[in-house]
């Protein structure tokens, strides 16, 4: 029997997910930007247990890939042939004085705070996580002896109709002692209307055996919730948000509308920042205080400073902010962006590997890539940096007070001297010195007396 101080944890990820009509593995689904079976490794991992096995097999090489560099065990389960089977497979290679905790790779959030709970109820004994849900329909439902004990677990497909108005609902989850689980799961037969070998009945055989069985309960429904559709993932994914975006507004955030916001990563927030509706952040993002998030911005892996506005319809990723800038509406920075304090990029500027010194601004319809560009310099509309010769990318350098006139075009690698002037509509090819003027432009021409075609004479 085990002794309880040592921990295998055995996550079963190996079903196709059918019900998901994908081909996608169902653990491989994200859920709040990460993949399902990402949210439980994590929970697993806060557990601190020796060994974590995964059982795979529809879509194994993808789960593999998807989980590669951790240090994970695999055990592939060839046919699917229910959940007790897929313990199987993972179960002799478990020390057998080992407490082993089953966790199922489509149910995402398990607290570590249940599951502790569960694992210090019996060491000695199996013990199941039930959860009392007001509608327990596709789950196993949990039937109790006369003494309120356990008895048996009844899937939805066997049960009866009497049974299925039992609201206490197997979560999936259990713990038990390595070897009494084997010994149990040899036991188990495939008679029931899927033809699978169930982990519950392990539990029931227990019993049987005179082995009592614990029975944990949770009253947080969110925290056993399974993904078995694209209905149930809908579900859980607006009700994860909504729980973040409570957690920050408890925090001191204005969210505009907690139904619109999506958070798939890392957000952290300053004091009285603000998101309008219908923004995504995605990786890690970091936002000082005070900074607005308008109307349907789209931010990955972006460092905000303090009070700077982003406005509506923007999509950064990979930048860095500073202090008291003004980026949108309708602006692109692309990664290894960087914009010094008070910096702008207005409507339709695209930046790429692009540093814009401290009150520069590109206000206007450009594109600026592998551009260096001082201080207080004005980038005028339409200005396009050729970086790109269609095989190598070329640098472009603006020192401080450079002003370069409307629909310009700067030619890569380049440079132009603090106080440079160019001229509108000039092709930059050649060095600008400090304060000299640049007129890369034919000179206007006209021409007196012209008359348009068809309506002078001959
Ligand atoms: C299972 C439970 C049910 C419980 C519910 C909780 C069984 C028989 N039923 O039902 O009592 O209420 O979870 O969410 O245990 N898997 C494998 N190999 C297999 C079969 C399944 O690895 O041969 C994996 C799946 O990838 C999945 C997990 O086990 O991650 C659960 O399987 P699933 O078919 O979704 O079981 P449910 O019908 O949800
Ligand atoms: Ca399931």
Redo the contacts with the bound molecule.
């Keep these: 029997m085990g002794d309880g101080s040592r921990l295998e944890i055995i996550i079963?990820?190996?079903?196709?997910?059918s019900r998901m009509r994908s081909s996608k593995p169902?653990?491989l689904h994200a859920l709040a930007g990460k993949p399902l079976l990402a949210h439980v490794l994590e929970t697993a991992r806060g557990l601190k247990p020796d060994t974590i096995h995964v059982?795979?097999?529809?879509g194994a090489e993808a789960v593999k890939a998807a989980t590669h560099g951790q240090d994970l065990t695999f055990h592939h389960?060839a046919?699917?042939?229910?959940?007790?089977?897929?313990v199987a497979c993972a179960l002799p290679s478990c020390h057998s004085e080992a407490t082993v905790l089953v966790l199922?790779?489509?149910?995402p959030l398990m607290s570590g705070t249940t599951l502790a709970r569960l694992l210090k109820e019996n060491p000695t004994h199996p013990t199941m996580l039930a959860a009392c849900l007001d509608d327990p329909t596709?789950?196993?439902r949990v039937l109790r002896d006369e003494n309120d004990g356990f008895a048996a677990?009844v899937?939805?497909a066997d049960a009866t109709e009497r049974q299925h108005s039992v609201k206490e609902?197997?979560?999936?989850v259990l713990a038990a002692p390595a070897q009494l689980l084997s010994t149990l799961l040899a036991s188990v037969g495939n008679d029931n209307a899927?033809g699978?070998?169930?982990?519950?009945?392990a539990l029931a055989l227990a019993v049987g055996q005179g082995i009592p069985v614990g029975i944990v309960v949770t009253d947080d429904p969110h925290e056993?919730a399974?993904v078995?559709d694209r209905i149930q993932l809908e579900a859980l994914e607006r009700d994860l948000q909504h729980r973040l975006a409570d957690a920050l507004m408890r925090t001191g955030v204005a969210i505009t509308d907690r139904r619109r916001v999506d958070i798939r990563g890392d957000l952290q927030c300053g004091q009285d920042v603000e998101v309008d509706i219908n923004a995504v952040f995605e990786g890690r993002v970091i936002l000082g205080d005070g900074v607005r998030i308008g109307a349907n911005c789209f931010l990955k892996d972006v460092v905000v400073g303090a009070d700077t506005e982003i406005q509506p319809f923007c999509h950064i990723e990979g930048a860095s902010i500073g202090v008291g800038c003004r980026i949108g509406p309708y602006a692109r920075l692309r990664p290894g962006t960087e914009l010094a304090e008070t910096a702008r990029v207005g409507n339709f500027v695209e930046t790429k590997n692009t540093v814009l010194g401290s009150g520069s601004k590109a206000n206007h319809l450009a594109y600026l890539g592998d551009t260096r560009v001082g201080e207080n310099s004005n980038i005028g509309a339409g200005t396009i940096t050729c970086n790109y010769d269609g095989v190598n990318k070329h640098p472009t350098t603006l020192g401080a007070g450079v002003f370069v006139g409307s629909n310009s075009t700067l030619v890569a690698p380049v440079t132009l001297a603090d106080r440079a002037f160019v001229a509108a509509g000039s092709v930059v090819t050649d060095e600008v010195p400090e304060e000299n003027l640049a007129v890369g432009r034919s000179r206007q021409r006209n021409v007196s007396g012209w008359k348009p075609p068809g309506t002078g004479e001959g």
């Design positions: 079963l990820a190996a079903g196709q997910g169902k653990v059982v795979v097999g529809h389960q046919e699917q042939l229910g959940t007790g089977h897929a199922f790779g489509d149910v596709g789950y196993g677990v899937e939805q609902a197997n979560t999936g899927q699978e070998y169930y982990l519950p009945d056993i399974g078995n």
